[in-house]
């Protein structure tokens, strides 16, 4: 898997290692699922935390099926990024795939956590997905809350995937 950024800088700290999983997943009319955080007003891929009892695609699958009720396909990997997320002491390595649908969707069963920053869940085009993300580091809302901090990370994350993404499509 190659990498495909590398987000903030690595300094002599002590990090906590998260270890995480997403995908760039397509439905049968070509479009993306993108995660809305209504809460925090951005955009996110689907995926998350891979638990010690899994590995990358089980917890891929699970993840999907939380967040968007999906069954998946996964068809390739994409590559992978780092993250430096000094302030919380935090080093996230994201595993990244890209998938399609496989049969009929559910409703989503999102966390508390995931309730509470007003999760949705939006299917847009790979160019519009891209210009949502742009967007929003351009306006740059990110607050100095927690969340509002992760938030920078996510998006800077997400938006440097898919331009990947669609440079590896070409």
Partial sequence: ??????????????Y??????????????????????????YHKLPGGKIESD?????????????????????????GY????????????????YFSKTNGELKEPKYTLREQRLEFSLNWVSLDDAI????????????GDSGDEKV????VERDLSILKRYKEKRR
């Avoid at 898997?1 to 002590?14: A, D, H, S, T, Y």
């Avoid at 990024?81 to 990244?96: A, P, V, W």
């Fill in 54 to 78: 899994e590995n990358e695609l089980e917890a891929l699958r699970r993840e999907i099926l939380e967040e968007v009720g999906a069954d998946i396909d996964v068809i390739s990997d994409v």
């Fill in 131 to 142: 210009n949502k993300l742009e967007e929003e580091i351009k306006e740059g809302y990110f």
């Fill in 81 to 96: 990024t780092m993250e430096y997320r000094n302030e919380f002491k935090l080093m996230q390595l994201s595993y990244i």
């Fill in 16 to 41: 906590k290692k998260r270890t995480a999983v997403m995908t760039i997943l397509q439905n049968e009319k070509d479009e993306i699922a993108m995660l809305y955080v209504g809460k925090l007003n």
């Fill in 151 to 154: 938030a920078r990370y996510i």
């Fill in 1 to 14: 898997m190659e990498l495909i950024r590398e987000i903030g800088n690595r300094q002599e700290l002590k």
